[in-house]
């Protein structure tokens, strides 16, 4: 299929821009396009809130996660001082990537060259650099990017001039107030290569719709199954977040016949009888249940591949629980084979909608939450 030269036109998204019942798709081009893809990464990816998981992949000081978010490699440290910073992954010489996958470390050594960094990003240490004119250690540490945080779950920005991370998630944080953020534990952490474009995935996580064919024999046979003949509540909210809501019985994190944990008791109104699933733009996914919760980190790596990161999150009091490894046990198949089966279905989406036969589609209204995601996305995109 040849793409229009001018792809980015509002034209061409006028079918996606109607309301939900009358609505199509994303032409097929959104989802594998090199020129799409990267007007995304420049004006979603390099000046939105990203989303980097729970402080509990870095509990403790010198704890660091590097890894590539949108093609801009960063480095996620707990410093001396407890708090959660972010680098950018290149060493202030040569350029060199200073550090790959996780650990934990006194500072950042350059493999290249040498210079040493302390856990703040301060330059320590730079061998052969003595007779260098005006050259101030105090002026080369790595470069900082912006960090800040709602309860235990980290941001980054890449814009030293965008609005606070408050502004970004307006009232979420009230909504998830009941769950009590600040007081969870990261008790399991899980990554994926999927060989698709990142906004298939957020559509399909938001996405009630699969539920009884994609999860037929796991999710479907729950009380969840009662999704499809009543649909969640679904609403865009006071900030740049989309929010689904049910009311089910027991946990949404089990399957049928599993026994699990009491229910937080910090949890009321809404959040006492049902489970609240949140997309806060751009990349994370969050589930909040009665009992647990879990979310979804998703860092696009191309036009049509990205990784994914699966977090188990639970109060500190059930973590602490002397049976906890044992019943957690039930809660980690049901995510597992939920996300073997979102894969496997999100890579055949991919492969059908790349061929140069596929067209843009009708709507249900059953995917009111897909439908309100590309057009935030189209919103920042293509504009009006």
Sequence with gaps: MTLPQDLLDPKHYAG????????????????????????????????AWNF??????????????????????????????????????????RGAEMVQGEGRCNG??????????GLDGALRGAPGMERTADFDKADWGLKP??????????????????????????????????????????????EYDVACNW???????MDYYHTPTVHKTTLAATDLSAYHQNPPDTWIGKGE???????HKGSAA??????????????????????????AFPNALMAHTKDCLWYVEIHPTGPATMRLGVGAVFPRETAERP???????????????????DNRINEQQQRGVSSPLAEAGRVSVMETASHLHRNWVLDRVVGN
């Design 254 to 279: 089990l399957l049928r016949g599993a026994t699990g944990f009491p229910e937080m008791k910090t949890l009321t109104g809404p959040s006492a009888v049902g489970s609240t699933y949140v997309c």
């Design 108 to 117: 950042f050594a350059c493999p290249y060259h040498g210079w040493a960094y």
């Design 241 to 247: 977040y989309l929010t689904l809501y049910a009311e």
């Design 145 to 190: 990017i912006r960090l800040e945080t709602m309860g235990a779950y980290m941001f980054v920005n890449f814009d030293p001039d965008a609005a606070p991370l408050s502004d970004w998630l307006g009232d979420l944080p009230e909504l998830l107030a009941p769950y009590a953020l600040d007081d969870t534990v990261l008790v399991r952490r899980t």
């Design 323 to 341: 049976d906890f490894e044992e019943v957690v046990q039930q809660y980690y198949e049901r995510w597992d084979v939920s996300v073997d089966e």
């Design 199 to 205: 906004k298939v995935y957020v559509e399909n996580f």
């Design 16 to 47: 996606t821009r109607r309301p939900v019942e009358e609505a199509s798709t994303l032409p097929p081009w959104a989802y594998y396009s090199p020129r799409f893809y990267e007007a995304e990464r420049e004006r979603i990816f390099l000046r």
């Design 52 to 93: 980097v998981g729970h402080g509990g992949r870095i509990p403790n000081s010198g704890d660091y996660a590097a890894f590539d978010l949108a093609g801009v490699p960063l480095i996620l440290v707990r410093g001396r001082d407890g708090k959660p910073r972010a680098f950018a992954n290149s060493c202030r010489h």
